[in-house]
C-alpha cells in the first residue's frame, strides 16, 4: 500500500531453481518497490553450497548504506577464498548462459525430476503431494496413511513423531512442518512433511524404494 512506508528484505534463495515455465519475479523489479527492497542472495541454494555461508545484497544506495553498517558490526571475518570461487561461478555461468552446458539449466531440471520422483513414490502408497513450481524441497500430505502418534505420549506436533518414527523405523529422514508455525498457527501444519529433492540419484532411488514400502493403518 502506497500508505505504508515499509522496507522489504528479500531472500529469494531458489530464483535460479524454477520448474518448468514459471518465472520468479523479485519484488524489487515491481512498480514502487525498488527503493524500498534489499535483495539478499545465498550461493548456498544458487551453486548447492550451503555450507559456505557466501551471500550477496542488492538495493538502492539508501538501505544498502545502512546494511553495510550493520554487516560492520556483526561479521569479522570474511571467507575470501570462497568469495572468489563464487564471482568465478558467477562468471563461468556468464560465459555458457542458454547453453546445454548451464549449470543453471541443469540444476533446474534435475531437481524437478528428483521431486517428480518422489512425488510418484509418495502417490504410489495413498500420500498426497504437494507440488512445488520450484526450489530444494515438497511438501506431502500424510493424512490418507491414517497414522497415529497419540500413544507415543510425547506431548510433540504428530509430524514431529511423524519423521522421527519414519526415521527410526525405515530409515527415510524428512523435516516436521510445525517447526516453521508460530504457536497460533501449528495447527495448519497438520500432518504435513517435508522431503528434500536435491539429493543424489542414488538417495533418491534409495527413498522411492523405502516409500513403496510404507504402509496405511488398519
Known sequence: S???????????????????????????????????TITIGSA?????????????AIGPQHLITQ????????????PTPLQEAVAGGFN???????????????????LE?????????????????????????????????????????SGRYYDVDCVKWLTREFKLATIPISVFY???NRHLSAKYIRVCCAKSDETIDKACSIISQLKKSK
Not at 548456498?44 to 550477496?56: A, D, E, P, Q, R
Not at 563461468?92 to 531440471?109: M, Q, V
Not at 502417490?123 to 490418507?144: A, E, K, Q
Request: some cysteine; overall charge neutral; hydrophobic content about 35%.
Open 2 to 36: 502506497s500508505g505504508i512506508n515499509a522496507e522489504w528484505p528479500l531472500r529469494p534463495g531458489y530464483e535460479r531453481v524454477v520448474f518448468g515455465d514459471n518465472k520468479h519475479v523479485r519484488i524489487g523489479s515491481l512498480p514502487g518497490m525498488w527503493e524500498r
Open 44 to 56: 548456498g541454494k544458487t551453486f548447492s553450497v550451503t555450507g559456505w555461508k557466501i551471500g550477496w
Open 67 to 78: 546494511l553495510q553498517h550493520v554487516s560492520s558490526c556483526t561479521t569479522f571475518t570474511a
Open 92 to 110: 563461468h555461468e556468464r560465459s555458457i548462459a542458454h547453453t546445454e552446458d548451464a549449470y543453471f539449466k541443469w540444476l533446474p531440471a534435475k
Open 113 to 153: 525430476d528428483n521431486c517428480r520422483k518422489l512425488a510418484e513414490a509418495f502417490r504410489s502408497v495413498g500420500m498426497i503431494p504437494v507440488w512445488p513450481d520450484g526450489g530444494y524441497f515438497m511438501l506431502v500430505d500424510t493424512s490418507p496413511m491414517g497414522w497415529d502418534f497419540t500413544e507415543v505420549k
Open 182 to 184: 508460530g504457536e497460533a
